[in-house]
């Protein structure tokens, strides 16, 4: 945490819903993932249909300022169930004051009551803070990672 910020109180964390499709498109928004609530809704739905994933919104002082998302996969080279972050995002307002770490927190939570041997986030090689972030928070770089866009996407 930031020395010359206070930190936040605990953020109230739950699953996210339809309704939170404004907060939800302003973070992907924020994390340059340009999207508008009727596209973040459906995103929201995609989710909360598939029992494999979930999406974790954090409120402070009654705003949505984070959102954390959740993969559940088998991982084969280890037989056993790993836990991917593949969304992070943190309000820029609300930064440096401690929800970041406490989303990590509930989704190792989250990842050891589904039965997970290990948490793994993915992040662009240009996000140099939060590289620097995830080291202070225990983690370590992992592997190399390539990809083929097979689209739009």
């Not at 953020?11 to 499709?21: G, I, M």
């Not at 995002?89 to 609300?94: F, G, K, Q, S």
């Amino acid at each position: 945490m930031r020395p010359d910020l206070q930190a936040l109180p605990d953020a109230d964390l739950r699953s996210a819903s339809p309704v939170d499709a404004d907060d939800v498109a302003a973070l992907l928004t924020e994390l340059g993932y340009p999207c508008d609530a009727r596209d973040a809704a459906g995103r929201i739905r995609s989710i909360v249909d598939n029992d494999r994933q979930a999406l974790v919104v954090a409120r402070c002082g009654g705003e949505v300022c984070g959102l954390l998302a959740l993969d559940f996969m088998y991982y084969l080279p280890l037989d056993t169930l790993t836990c991917r972050i593949t969304a992070l995002v943190v309000r820029n307002d609300a930064q440096g004051r401690g929800l970041g770490r406490q989303l990590l927190r509930e989704a190792e939570r989250r990842a050891r009551f589904a039965g997970a041997a290990r948490l793994e986030i993915t992040s662009g090689s240009q996000r140099t803070d939060a590289h620097a972030f995830y080291k202070a928070c225990g983690y370590s770089d992992g592997t190399l990672r390539f990809i083929k866009r097979l689209g739009d996407a």
